[in-house]
T-cell receptor, first 116, second 118 residues
Framework: AQSVAQPEDQVNVAEGNPLTVKCTYS??????LFWYVQYPNRGLQFLLK??????LVKGSYGFEAEFNKSQTSFHLKKPSALVSDSALYFC??????????????FGTGTLLAVQP | DGGITQSPKYLFRKEGQNVTLSCEQN?????MYWYRQDPGQGLRLIYY???????QKGDIAEGYSVSREKKESFPLTVTSAQKNPTAFYLC?????????????????FGPGTRLTVL
């Protein structure tokens, strides 16, 4: 069965420091991987996705993520955190051969708190 | 939140009542989705529709119903049969996945509706 794990419920980082939000997945074959961000009482905003090619994917707001097939991970990173990055982050996976459903499996989310 | 609107933003319902949540998109997307979000559980798929007049159950469809009479609209009805309807409901849309199995269409989300059962 497909699954996504975000092992940390919350990540705390000081402003200006690098941040990492972890994601590991379990899916048969090669996955499509996504990161979304959610601000309080708002919908999800798309940040970036890995489809194929370069393992390092760059996305919106200075975020990037690295696909590591051997470790089945897709960690979200940013070199220098901003207080405005504080939000809930979701990792999602889709089976590359999932057919017409385009069904996403979401992790449980990681709350990022950036202290000034 | 792009070109996807959801209304109302907050909704209160008495037990035993049906309620309909609106979702409209102007992105010309064929596919639309409804998710439910509960604290600590991520998002779970309720229903999805790949094309007008067609829709399929997701993982937690019991107690919900949908219609897809127009490409831009995908309303969700929460019926009295839904045992625990209090949640944050999110609508999403994407370009239609193709006939093959390798479509990469990103889902874009609306701002959500918070439903509370009193």
């Amino acid at each position: 069965a497909q699954s996504v794990a975000q092992p940390e419920d919350q990540v705390n980082v000081a402003e200006g420091n690098p941040l990492t939000v972890k994601c590991t997945y379990s899916v048969s074959g090669n996955p499509y991987l996504f990161w979304y961000v959610q601000y309080p009482n708002r919908g999800l905003q798309f940040l970036l996705k890995y489809i194929t090619g370069d393992n390092l994917v760059k996305g919106s707001y200075g975020f990037e993520a690295e696909f590591n097939k051997s470790q089945t991970s897709f960690h979200l990173k940013k070199p220098s955190a901003l207080v405005s990055d504080s939000a809930l982050y979701f990792c999602a996976v889709r089976d590359r051969y999932g057919g017409a459903t385009n069904k996403l499996i979401f992790g449980t989310g990681t709350l990022l708190a950036v202290q000034p | 939140d792009g070109g996807i609107t959801q209304s109302p933003k907050y909704l209160f319902r008495k037990e035993g009542q049906n309620v309909t949540l609106s979702c409209e998109q102007n992105l010309n997307h064929d596919a639309m989705y409804w998710y439910r979000q509960d604290p600590g559980q991520g998002l779970r798929l309720i229903y999805y529709s790949q094309i007008v007049n067609d829709f399929q159950k997701g993982d937690i469809a019991e107690g919900y119903s949908v219609s897809r009479e127009k490409k831009e609209s995908f309303p969700l009805t929460v019926t009295s049969a839904q045992k625990n309807p209090t949640a944050f409901y999110l609508c999403a849309s994407s370009r239609r996945t193709g006939g093959g199995a390798t479509s990469t269409d990103t889902q874009y989300f609306g701002p959500g509706t918070r439903l509370t059962v009193l």
